[in-house]
């Protein structure tokens, strides 16, 4: 046993040593507008905060199929589940879940119905998303609660040129694993449009872990869902577009460590409609974005009613933004949001209840330029919450680059500081059984200093981060708030493209999060890393080598998991302009980790599919 984790541990430091793969982006590239780092249409080289960006060209080289696989590689970023469907939770610098915030084309996602008004991300499907900004760090001042950890701004494709496209996938696999997606993409003139319809499915393996009991059931997941937009540029000043989504799926579910044979169907559903204002110069701009999110979650079991005890909760939002970009050394945005939340719960396990809170914010950031290649920005934003009151967050960030500084590449050095606040959620607050409708807000301050390099063939970031939560929100048989938490640590990222031939790219991420009441390791995995390699003999052929790394992880309810190394291996032949075959075998050593205790990972598991585009 202790030979076999000294190899491991070799095997991951020679791994961590290299860079790693071929498409992928651990910062934008310079010049790029990242749209959700400030709301300023800042270039990357102005952008002071820490975010990375993964595009469709990403998504495509690690042949992900949901979501989350792809936000494990992004540095600061831990997950609880890489299983497909498996019930997940996002960490952006040691926060909880529901301290990140997620968009999908302008659409606010949060279920109202859950825990905290957080978003849960087993079922978002990879497929037609062009790109994924993942910013980390304080964000409440320029988005409110939720993004204490940050901000996972997810942006489908859309046609750029005249005429018509079709996109289409399926691919087959172990645990009778069956996935595929169709899409058509079409422009003409001054419309746009896109529809997608996916579909997954898969038997097994059992959800609980078999070395804690005896799992008779193999738990199943099913997904399917639609998604589309329509856009119209009425003139060369306005546009607007229509955006919606909807999924349905059913889970087959497993108590913690041991098999059960419950069952959950979740139907989700976001609208979105967005109008687009600029002068002829484009000095101004002007947004406005209303969307709504709904969701109902059906749980069958023994313990619940026999019509499914039901969760259902739907979050309603508008927002305005104006900006002005004077052309000289300075630039300003603000905006009005409002927003409510409703819940309602009809269940056997807790009671009945329904409840909704609603809040009006205002915000405004300026951006500054007062010397060649230095920017500055400070936002403030002030949150009036019908039960809580009124409280304000602030962010501040600052961007330097020296062109041509080091060997020939541009370093930006950056720096940001922010606060945070976390309202409770309705059912932490008005469950019959579980709720305290004593609880109060979350608030949080957190920084971080990086550097930034860019050369031709290679771009290297580094981020130091601290984070410290008052009055965090903690489950102790009911909700309570425990005191304060503080997060630090040390970000990492590397892509580099080697020659023609050999890509690679690394990520890696330590986090300390300790209680600061009690000074105690809060059990999070204080050491979490990606690394990829893909060679390319030519332009037809490709074949990536990845590995997946955690250290040991203490925060799982129930019991402790070890420390893992999980290598994938991937492959891909365009047979032509139309068609590409890929297959990948994943865990290639059939190592036995868990993510998360008591939940069972896949064995050896082969996937083979084809991609066409017409």
Known sequence: MFKSTISRAALTAALLTAPVCAHAETAAAVGEVVVTASRNNLEERQIGSAITVKTAEDIALQQTTFVKDMLQTVPGVQITSDRPGGYNNVSIRGSSND?????????ELGDPSSTSTQYSTEHL?????ARIEVLRGNQSSLYGSDAIGGVVNIITKRATQD????NAEVEGGSYGTLSGGASILGKRGDLDFRLTATAYK???????????GPTPEEDSYERKGLSGRVGYRFSDNLEGQLLGFYTETSTDLDDTGADSFDTVDKDESGVSAQLKHRSDDGAW??????????VERLYFGPWNLPQGDKYEGQKTSANIITSYDSAGIWKVAAGLNAEKEETDQVTNFSGNFNASIETRSAFVELALRPVENLTLTAAARLDDNSRFGQFDTYRLTGAY????????????????????????GLYQLFDPTYGNPNLGVEESQGSDIGVDIFWDRVTVEASLFQNHVEDEIAWAGTYVQIGETKSAGLELGLTAKVNRWLSLTQ???YLDAQSEVTGLWLGRPRHAAFTSATVSPDQRWQATLRARYRSDNESSYGGATDSYVVFDLLGSYRINDTFEVYGRVVNL????????????????????GVRASF
């Open 125 to 129: 499907i990879a497929f037609d998303i």
């Open 202 to 212: 898969h038997d097994g393996p059992s959800l609980a872990a078999p070395m804690y």
């Open 589 to 608: 050593l059939d190592e036995d980790y868990q993510i998360s205790w008591g939940e069972q990972t896949q064995e050896r598991s082969a996937f083979v």
């Open 285 to 294: 701009r002007n947004e406005l974005t209303v969307g709504q999110y709904w």
């Open 163 to 166: 005429g018509i496209q079709i």
């Open 99 to 107: 301290e990140v915030l997620f968009l999908i084309d302008g659409i």
């Open 401 to 424: 680059v020296f062109a041509d500084a080091l060997f020939g590449g541009d370093v930006k050095l950056r720096a940001s500081w922010g606060t945070g606040a976390k309202a409770p």
């Open 507 to 509: 990520s890696y991420t």
